[in-house]
Nanobody
Framework: QVQLVESGGGLVQAGGSLRLSCAAS????????MGWFRQAPGKERDLVAA????????YYVDSVKGRFTISRDNAKNTVYLQMNSLKPEDTAVYYC?????????????????WGQGTQVTVSS
């Protein structure tokens, strides 16, 4: 069993910023690729950003490129999502996710461990 706990969500005005954090326990964090997904009401859970186990490679969906940055601190067992220039369409529950050690996490099918989610609401 592993535990992923997200924090940092909240209510922000359009154009503002938030920084999400995901703290991991009971896993060898540095070996896991990590990702952030989001799910709005009535919609599927989709990938937002991903980072390799080493932190050397990142991936972003087109809708967040240039606005969001994923990073990780393996010494702190934590992955972050810095979100700038937020838009109302970014409103969703954001989920931290871990894949297979030394693998990739680019889709829900890659995910082996999910966080509980944190709500992000962007007002216009």
């Amino acid at each position: 069993q592993v535990q992923l706990v997200e924090s940092g969500g909240g209510l922000v005005q359009a154009g503002g910023s938030l920084r999400l954090s995901c703290a991991a326990s009971r896993l060898t964090f540095s070996r896991y690729p990590m990702g952030w997904f989001r799910q709005a009401p009535g919609k599927e859970r989709d990938l937002v950003a991903a980072i390799s186990w080493s932190g050397g490679s990142t991936y972003y969906v087109d809708s967040v490129k240039g606005r969001f940055t994923i990073s990780r601190d393996n010494a702190k067992n934590t992955v972050y999502l810095q979100m700038n220039s937020l838009k109302p369409e970014d409103t969703a529950v954001y989920y931290c996710a871990a894949g297979t050690p030394w693998g990739t996490v680019l889709a829900t099918s890659d995910v082996r461990h999910w966080g509980q989610g944190t709500q992000v609401t962007v007002s216009s």
